[in-house]
């Protein structure tokens, strides 16, 4: 079955501080896709990166970046020196190329971050 | 502006008063759907549509309705809320590269 696991519920640090949000997902398709979405305060989902399983390169984008190990089905995202604005939270999920999930994307069930002055 | 916009962002209504909420995109994408976000129950999918005229039930679709008559919009009918109905609503539409946009979300509030 397809599943998203994010076991960080909440997350507390301070400003400057640098984060790891962990997620962990299960498939039986060997071509699927990851997204990580961020939800602030305001409610909106905004799209961060998608990454498909054929590319296992790590990706930096400015403090954000992102550690795809296929080996553990993980799909982990750092935020360094974080802000005040990274407070939101963030949503790994995965879809698949085949199957009955090709339709949707499965969310994981978020990670609350707060980040502290 | 590449964008997924919603209306109405917020909506208090009455138990048993069909509501329209309506979804439309810019960015001529074949697919769309909508989720609907409650705390504990995260985000689940209500109905998509592949393309004009071809829509099927995602994993909650009791309750509600769509049409898919044009490419850009993808309207989500209640013929009759309930207060279970009462959640955060997006939107979203999908690029060829498998990523999902979504709208600002609608606030359902039904009494």
């Known amino acids: 079955a397809q599943k998203v696991t994010q076991a960080q519920t909440e997350i507390s640090v301070v400003e400057k501080e640098d984060v790891t949000l962990d997620c962990v997902y299960e498939?039986?398709?060997?071509?699927?896709?990851l997204f990580w979405y961020k939800q602030p305060p305001s409610g909106e989902l905004v799209f961060l990166i998608r990454r498909n399983s054929f590319d296992e390169q790590n990706e930096i984008s400015g403090r954000y970046s992102w550690n795809f190990q296929k080996s553990t089905s993980s799909f982990n995202f750092t935020i360094t020196a974080s802000q005040v604005v990274d407070s939101a939270v963030y949503f790994c999920?995965?879809?698949?190329?085949?199957?009955?999930?090709?339709?949707?994307?499965?969310f994981g069930s978020g990670t609350r971050l707060l980040v502290r002055p | 502006e590449a964008q997924v916009t919603q209306n109405p962002r917020y909506l208090i209504t009455v138990t048993g008063k069909k509501l329209t909420v309506t979804c439309s995109q810019n960015?001529?994408?074949?697919?769309m759907s909508w989720y609907r976000q409650d705390p504990g129950l995260g985000l689940r999918q209500i109905y998509y549509s592949m393309n004009v005229e071809v829509t099927d039930k995602g994993d909650v679709p009791e309750g509600y309705k769509v049409s898919r008559k044009e490419k850009r919009n993808f309207p989500l009918i209640l013929e009759s809320p309930s207060p279970n109905q009462t959640s955060l609503y997006f939107c979203a539409s999908r690029d060829s590269q498998e990523t999902q946009y979504f709208g600002p979300g609608t606030r359902l509030l039904v009494l």
């Open positions: 960015m001529n994408h074949e697919y």
């Open positions: 498939t039986r398709d060997t071509t699927y896709y």
């Open positions: 999920a995965l879809s698949e190329a085949w199957g009955d999930s090709s339709y949707k994307l499965i």
